[in-house]
């Protein structure tokens, strides 16, 4: 369990010390280029993943608190349940956990979460995230894997 929470808590951290350094050095919705069809852009997201519902007056604050925290909560719980061999999934939830936690301290602290890494190409720009969002995304990426192939990271006990 130790480790599970540990690697959370490195995403927290990571999180919050890139948005701190967003903050700090970025100027609302300015671009800076970092490489081609990457930029970093500081951008305020009141809403869900890719703004959702950041116009309708200020209850999605709390509303997207209490469902952080109740899905942090239910992660915490879910990672002591599962097996030993259960890896993946606990790393998984361990991403999804730290991801959650990082996004939940912005809407307590801020009411709304920093975002500031900018994908695009050409004129077409991917909503801006940041590291929480990643490490969310990172998380489903290996729950799907792990559900579509779950004997792909097993280790064939027979062949030595």
């Known amino acids: 369990m130790r480790k599970w929470m540990t690697i959370a808590a490195v995403i927290v951290i990571a999180d919050q010390i ?23 852009t500081l951008m305020h997201n009141e809403g869900a993943a890719f703004s959702f519902l ?34 993946f999934q606990a790393l998984a939830f361990s991403f999804i956990l730290g991801g959650a936690i990082g996004n939940l301290i912005d809407r307590v602290r801020l009411g709304y ?11 077409y720009h991917w909503p801006a995230f940041n590291i929480a969002d990643s490490a969310i995304t990172v998380g489903v990426v290996i729950l799907i894997v792990d559900t579509i192939f ?9 062949n030595r």
């Open 150 to 158: 779950p004997n792909l990271f097993k280790k064939n006990k027979g």
């Open 54 to 87: 950041s116009d309708v007056g200020g209850w999605q604050r709390w509303f997207f608190t209490a469902i952080s925290l109740i899905v942090s909560i239910v992660l915490v719980f879910w990672i002591r349940s599962l097996k030993p061999e259960e890896k």
């Open 18 to 40: 890139t948005k701190y350094v967003a903050s700090a050095e970025l100027k609302m919705y300015e671009a800076i280029a970092v490489m081609p069809m990457f930029n970093f």
């Open 113 to 123: 979460v920093v975002d500031f890494i900018d994908i695009y190409y050409n004129a």
